[in-house]
């Protein structure tokens, strides 16, 4: 298994279009119906911090995430909008959880 945490701050005048990327990400996954893909993102009080989690059953999994057309075009519409606060990703390490996860 392995669980990621990214966070990034876009500019105000971004928020909206970083919100209709994740969301056509989130679209295209949730056909996908993959079992070994968890992923979510959320947006902090400002409106324009993101926070991403994405626990993968494997590495398999994530590539899955990663290779996607509507990711890398999230990705690099992200990257072109000079973010305030570029992505940091943390790999997490699970202590417990109150669901099985897998």
Not at 9 to 26: D, F, G, L
Not at 61 to 72: R, W, Y
Request: no cysteine; glycine share 4%.
């Amino acid at each position: 298994m392995k669980a990621v945490k990214v966070q990034y701050t876009v500019k105000a005048e971004y928020a909206e279009t970083n919100k209709a990327n994740i969301r056509q990400v989130m679209t295209d996954l949730q056909a996908l119906a993959n079992p070994g893909i968890k992923y979510s993102s959320f947006v902090l009080e400002d409106g324009k911090t993101f926070v991403h989690f994405g626990v993968y059953s494997d590495q398999d999994a994530l590539d899955v995430v990663t290779n996607l057309p509507s990711f890398q075009s999230f990705r690099e519409q992200l990257k072109a909008s000079g973010p305030e606060a570029p992505p940091k990703s943390e790999d997490l390490s699970l202590v417990g959880s109150s669901y099985e996860i897998f």
